[in-house]
C-alpha cells in the first residue's frame, strides 16, 4: 500500500458525460501527479499540482481540468467525454515534487466510457 | 524532445534464470532515470533510480541497473528471477531541468517455471 488513494475504482459512463476523479497523497506529500494509461497510448504524465500551485503540464486535453486543494487532495475533471478517453487514471504524490523526488503511485481509477 | 525506448514489449524467461531489461533515453544530458514495476491490477513502484554518482544503482527486490552514458543506457538487471517478479517494467525520465516524467512503452515480464 502506498498511501495514495484514489477514488472511484471503477467508473463507467457515455460519451459527452463528466466525471471528477479524486486522489488523497501520503500524509506530508505536497506535489501530486495525474497520469493516463492506455493501450494505444502507454502512460502518459497529464499535470502535476505542488502545495495548489500547477507546477507541471504534459498531454493534458482542453477537455481535461485539474486542482489540487489547501488539504492537498487533488480532483482530475475529464468533460465532454469520448470513447478514446476510456483508460486507467493515475494519481501519484511525492514529498516536494522535485524531478528526483520518488513518485508513490494509488492504484488508480479505471474509467469506461460507452 | 526527450524520448524513453524500451525495445522489448514482452520477455519470458525461467525462474531462477538471470534477466536484463533494457532501456535507451535520447536526452541532450544525464536525466534522472527511474525504473518502477507495475504488478498486475496494480499501481507503479519505484524499483531504484539514477541521478549520479555510481554508475551501478542497487535497488529493492534484488534488481540492480547500471547507467551507461556512452550508450544513454540505463538497463535493469536481475541476477535469479522469482515467479512473483512476473509483471511490467517501466523505465522513466525525468530532465534534470523540468519535473515531467516520461515513460517508456514497458517491458511485460513472463516467469516460466
Redesign the interface.
Known amino acids: 500500500d502506498?498511501g495514495?488513494t484514489q477514488t472511484p475504482k471503477h467508473l463507467i459512463t457515455a460519451t459527452g458525460q463528466r466525471v471528477t476523479l479524486r486522489c488523497s497523497p501520503r500524509s506530508g506529500d505536497l506535489s501530486v501527479?495525474w497520469y493516463q494509461q492506455s493501450l494505444d497510448q502507454?502512460?502518459?504524465?497529464l499535470i502535476?499540482y505542488y502545495n495548489g500551485e500547477e507546477?507541471?503540464k504534459?498531454n493534458i486535453l482542453e477537455r481535461f481540468s485539474a486542482q489540487q486543494f489547501p488539504d492537498l487532495h487533488s480532483e482530475l475533471n475529464l468533460s465532454s467525454l469520448e470513447l478514446g478517453d476510456s483508460a486507467l487514471y493515475?494519481c501519484?504524490s511525492s514529498v516536494d515534487?522535485?524531478?528526483?523526488d520518488?513518485?508513490?503511485?494509488?492504484?488508480?481509477t479505471r474509467l469506461t466510457v460507452t | 524532445a526527450q524520448s524513453v525506448t524500451q525495445p522489448d514489449i514482452h520477455i519470458t524467461v525461467s525462474e531462477g534464470a538471470s534477466l536484463e531489461l533494457r532501456c535507451n533515453y535520447s536526452y541532450g544530458a544525464t536525466p534522472?532515470l527511474f525504473w518502477?514495476v507495475q504488478s498486475p491490477?496494480?499501481?507503479?513502484?519505484?524499483l531504484l533510480?539514477y541521478?549520479s554518482g555510481d554508475t551501478l544503482v542497487q535497488g529493492i527486490k534484488g534488481f540492480e541497473a547500471e547507467f551507461k552514458r556512452s550508450q544513454s543506457s540505463f538497463n535493469l538487471r536481475k541476477p535469479s528471477v522469482h515467479w512473483s517478479d512476473a509483471a511490467e517494467y517501466?523505465c522513466a525520465v525525468?530532465?534534470?531541468g523540468?519535473?515531467?516524467?516520461?515513460?517508456?512503452?514497458?517491458t511485460r515480464l513472463f516467469v516460466k517455471a
Do not use: C, D, M, W
Not at chain 2, 491490477?41 to 519505484?46: D, F
Open positions: 502506498s495514495v501527479y502507454g502512460l502518459q504524465f502535476q507546477r507541471a504534459g493515475f501519484a515534487g522535485g524531478p528526483h520518488e513518485q508513490y503511485f494509488g492504484p488508480g | 534522472y518502477y491490477g496494480q499501481g507503479l513502484q519505484l533510480k541521478f517501466f525525468v530532465n534534470t523540468g519535473f515531467k516524467t516520461i515513460f517508456g512503452a514497458g
